[in-house]
């Protein structure tokens, strides 16, 4: 059984430009959540996604970032017009059962470099 | 709102040492307490969890219990091994709100 897979794993873009990130939640999973790792600290919430729903995204900016898990293929986290604050690396979870106590799985992230 | 403390790191320890990685816990109610483990280059894995007073976690010779009175889920060790070496996360969720995690303990051990 795979685990959750992210790709790309490593991403670098110009400043200006559009990043997309994947995640496939573990199979039987229909929760997803995105968190956002700066240097050195900890993991910051994002958004919270199921099939064709947003459930939480009160950890989103409100510009620029976006995200959609639809019925069909993986979740995408999407960041248009990237700036150098964006650099960080981006992790997926996913999860089997509802609300925030069941156990998340973990991606192996992706680093997001903004040159 | 519900936020978790940990001690600072780096922590360096020789091998066969004793850990402990503090962690406090701010929350109303009854909030489920995790420990996640992160290997170089790798996401998140979940390393035990107890979701109410007086639980005992325990996996890979790590522990940490629940203490409501004093607001803590420490993580200990008995023995700590080279490949024990990663960052550590405490974490907690309650109800419906987010999980949140501390800024990570970074354990360093020497042969």
């Known amino acids: 059984n795979a685990g959750v897979m992210q790709n790309p794993r490593h991403l670098v873009r110009r400043r200006g430009q559009e990043a997309r990130l994947r995640c496939s939640p573990m199979k039987g999973h229909s929760h997803v959540y995105w968190y956002r790792q700066l240097p050195e600290e900890g993991l910051k919430f994002m958004v919270y996604?199921?099939?064709?729903?947003?459930?939480?995204e009160s950890g989103m900016p409100k510009e620029r970032f976006s995200a959609e898990f639809p019925k069909e293929g993986p979740s995408i986290l999407r960041i248009q017009q990237v700036v150098r604050g964006d650099s960080a690396a981006y992790f997926c979870?996913?999860?089997?059962?509802?609300?925030?106590?069941?156990?998340?799985?973990f991606g192996p992230g992706t680093r997001l470099t903004v040159l | 709102g519900n936020s978790v403390t940990q001690m600072e790191g780096p922590v360096t320890l020789s091998e066969e040492a004793f850990l402990t990685i503090n962690c406090t816990y701010t929350?109303?109610?009854?909030?489920?307490l995790f420990w996640y483990v992160q290997y170089p280059g790798e996401g998140l894995q979940l390393l035990l969890k107890?979701?109410?007073?007086?639980d005992k976690g325990s996996n890979k010779g790590f522990e940490a219990t629940y203490r409501k009175e004093t607001t803590s889920f420490h993580l200990e060790k008995g023995s700590v091994q080279v490949s024990d070496s990663a960052v550590y996360f405490c974490a907690l969720t309650q109800g419906d709100n987010d999980m949140r995690f501390g800024a990570g303990t970074r354990l360093t051990v020497k042969p």
């Open positions: 929350a109303t109610g009854y909030p489920s």
């Open positions: 107890a979701t109410k007073a007086d």
């Open positions: 979870a996913s999860s089997h059962g509802t609300g925030w106590t069941d156990t998340q799985y």
């Open positions: 996604l199921q099939k064709e729903n947003i459930i939480d």
